[in-house]
């Protein structure tokens, strides 16, 4: 029941954009995405209720495809600290969470 | 405005040995998990609370139990630990399981089994 996300790293250069999927085989109650840098606690970002929302944070904005069971999360103009790994979680009957995706932006 | 607070923050423990990892919320948070993080394996559910008294499996249970007596507080217990069990622990509570809220985590615990 682990949801899959892609890609599993990306590098970008300030300024790039970027885009991270994450998908389940469970039709799920909705979609969480977390940002976690190194040696600390994953930081909540946004949550996807079912019903194909789609959500914005500053740059970075999230949709979520009820149909296909699918979430994506965009990171528009990217800057130096957006750098981490992001993860997905899905919750069904209990949350679990993608084996993320690492960000890397360079100057 | 504590949160989720996990004591101890790093413990070294030998093969064999016992020991349990705290977990304490103020928030009144229903819901309470434990998970495990290891390289490049994302964070995995141990187990998992909906309530007082009530407890469940996640995806790796084996070599550790829970127990939920009041609402504040969800410990991990480890049993015989194993070199496997090397890990950083996270705790995470939400208000419930079906909620619009975000799930909040505790600094995690650090632990190494020799």
């Known amino acids: 029941q682990q949801p899959v996300q892609s890609p599993q790293a990306v590098i970008l250069r300030e300024g790039e954009d970027a885009v991270i999927n994450c998908s389940s085989s469970?039709?799920?109650?909705?979609v969480h995405w977390y940002r976690q840098k190194h040696g600390e606690a994953p930081v909540f970002l946004m949550i996807?209720?079912?019903?194909?929302e789609q959500k914005g944070h500053d740059k970075i904005s999230a949709s979520f495809n009820e149909k296909k069971q699918q979430s994506s999360l965009y990171l528009t103009a990217s800057q130096l600290s957006y750098s981490g790994t992001y993860f997905c979680g899905t919750v069904l009957n209990d949350m679990r969470f993608g084996a993320g995706t690492r960000l890397t932006v360079k100057p | 405005n504590a949160g989720v607070t996990q004591t101890p923050k790093f413990q070294v423990l030998k093969t064999g040995q016992s020991m349990t990892l705290q977990c304490a919320q103020d928030m009144n948070h229903e819901y309470m998990s434990w998970y495990r993080q290891d390289p490049g394996m994302g964070l995995r559910l141990i187990h998992y609370?909906?309530?007082?008294?009530?407890?469940d499996q996640g995806e790796v249970p084996n070599g550790y139990n829970v127990s939920r007596s009041t609402t504040e507080d969800f410990p991990l217990r480890l049993l015989s630990a194993a070199p496997s069990q090397t890990s950083v622990y996270f705790c995470?509570?939400?208000?419930?399981?079906?909620?619009?809220?975000?799930?909040?985590f505790g600094d995690g615990t650090r632990l190494s089994i020799l």
């Open positions: 469970k039709a799920l109650y909705s």
């Open positions: 996807l209720l079912k019903g194909g």
């Open positions: 995470a509570s939400r208000t419930r399981v079906y909620s619009n809220q975000p799930q909040h």
């Open positions: 609370s909906v309530g007082a008294g009530i407890t």
